[in-house]
């Protein structure tokens, strides 16, 4: 019941800022809070597949973030067109904070850039519900500036949201992957998030899904 209000909470407020008032704006902000609701059974159904999965790890001793190494062999190789640097790693390790990160950045002769990011959040498992969220619920929005919506796949441990920025033609795509990786992908100068969510299908989601 508590996730359930929660939900509701983070969904008007959201919904509102976006709307910024205007009317045909806030009447399909209404129409999202109403999906939103309509998927909190579905959202808490998640939370409790991420917590059963979070268990049966600690449960294993597997309680820490994988080697960026290891981390670093999800990114993606090649893309057409675009011209790749090497990828770069991070990793924190203290007492109660503990996380890996890769990336990858390709880039175009014509400005264009892409960037993908495959965090491991294992032993930080609030950092990562602060950042997915909102990932189990089924809202979009279209105005003048964004077009935004979240994403839902047939494996409840995948779930994202993407967004693509029509004034300044930035594209971000992220998923949510087993309660425990953030992927996402940024991109520069694009012409949808189409492309960036292709290049974010290219990672082995399942595989770090299950993980």
Request: aromatic fraction near 8%; proline fraction near 1%.
């Amino acid at each position: 019941m508590m996730l359930k209000v929660t939900i509701g909470i983070i969904a008007g407020s959201m919904m509102f800022v976006s709307c910024g008032g205007k009317l045909d704006e806030a009447a399909e902000a209404m129409k999202n809070i109403q999906s939103v609701a309509e998927s909190a059974d579905n959202v808490q159904a998640s939370q409790d597949a991420f917590t059963k999965r979070r268990e049966e790890r600690k449960a294993k001793g597997d309680t820490l973030s994988i080697s960026t190494d290891e981390l670093k062999k999800f990114l993606p190789g090649d893309i057409d067109g675009y011209t790749a640097s090497e990828p770069e790693t991070q990793s924190m390790d203290m007492e109660g904070l503990s996380w890996s990160v890769a990336s990858k950045e390709w880039k175009k002769v014509d400005g264009s850039t892409l960037k993908v990011t495959i965090t491991d959040y294992n032993a930080t498992e609030a950092m990562w519900g602060a950042a997915t969220i909102m990932f189990a619920m089924k809202w979009s929005t279209d105005n003048a500036t964004e077009t935004s919506k979240t994403i839902q796949t047939d494996d409840q441990f995948i779930n994202g949201h993407m967004r693509y920025g029509k004034q300044d033609k930035s594209a971000t795509v992220t998923f949510g992957l087993g309660g425990r990786f953030v992927l996402q992908v940024d991109g520069s100068n694009q012409s949808s998030a189409d492309f960036a969510r292709s290049i974010a299908e290219r990672v082995d989601m399942k595989k770090l899904a299950s993980m």
